[in-house]
T-cell receptor, first 113, second 111 residues
Framework: DQQVKQNSPSLSVQEGRISILNCDYTNSMFDYFLWYKKYPAEGPTFLIS?????DKNEDGRFTVFLNKSAKHLSLHIVPSQPGDSAVYFCAASLIQGAQKLVFGQGTRLTINP | EAQVTQNPRYLITVTGKKLTVTCSQN?????MSWYRQDPGLGLRQIYY???????DKGDVPEGYKVSRKEKRNFPLILESPSPNQTSLYFC??????????FGSGTRLTVV
């Protein structure tokens, strides 16, 4: 039972354009959501997070949107840069600071010059 | 440099031969966790620890053991590895869940 789903295994975007990565979840008790970025041969690195009391959080080129009624979150990257090419994982937890993070399957983003 | 260090990076072993993957963090984090990454399944939590001598099962604990005798170390033990434990393993630590810091991974192959 996949509680956090990333339905697009891959996404290709032109450099300078917007990248939109999507994530759906089934457990309405999830209260905190995170995005991680992973390069080959490295561990995932924390990118941005959002609490369920918010619907948007911004950090530079990265913005995460949360739609609780649709149980959907998305990560927007504007403008996309070649260094953004990586695998992106969304994750969810029941409370902020919880030990247990449930991850999606990941989306491989490729930024084309 | 703040980091989570896993060893070894690559390991090929035979079925049934006990092995340990070490994990150490230098950030004085209380929380530590082990994940495995498999194609199409993302990262799944194996075990986690909230502090010294406090450990609990994650989503896929079968076939694994952990211990947390010191704050900085959280080894993953496979008593009798099987081919279905072939995977990419990540250790992670965090300060009370405020975003995990992950190690570089251990690619394990069990033949």
């Amino acid at each position: 039972d996949q509680q956090v789903k990333q339905n697009s295994p891959s996404l290709s975007v032109q450099e300078g354009r917007i990248s939109i990565l999507n994530c759906d979840y089934t457990n309405s008790m999830f209260d905190y959501f995170l995005w991680y970025k992973k390069y080959p041969a490295e561990g995932p690195t924390f990118l941005i997070s959002i609490s369920s009391i918010k619907d948007k959080n911004e950090d530079g080129r990265f913005t995460v949107f949360l739609n609780k009624s649709a149980k959907h979150l998305s990560l927007h990257i504007v403008p996309s840069q070649p260094g953004d090419s990586a695998v992106y994982f969304c994750a969810a937890s029941l409370i902020q600071g919880a030990q247990k993070l449930v991850f999606g399957q990941g989306t491989r983003l490729t930024i084309n010059p | 440099e703040a980091q989570v260090t896993q060893n070894p990076r690559y390991l090929i072993t035979v079925t049934g031969k006990k092995l340990t993957v070490t994990c150490s963090q230098n950030m004085n984090h209380e929380y530590m966790s082990w994940y495995r990454q498999d194609p199409g399944l993302g990262l799944r939590q194996i075990y986690y620890s909230m502090n010294v001598e406090v450990t609990d099962k994650g989503d896929v604990p079968e076939g694994y053991k952990v211990s947390r005798k010191e704050k900085r170390n959280f080894p993953l033990i496979l008593e009798s590895p099987s081919p279905n434990q072939t995977s990419l393993y990540f250790c992670a630590s965090s300060f009370r869940g405020k975003g995990y810091t992950f190690g570089s991974g251990t690619r394990l192959t069990v033949v």
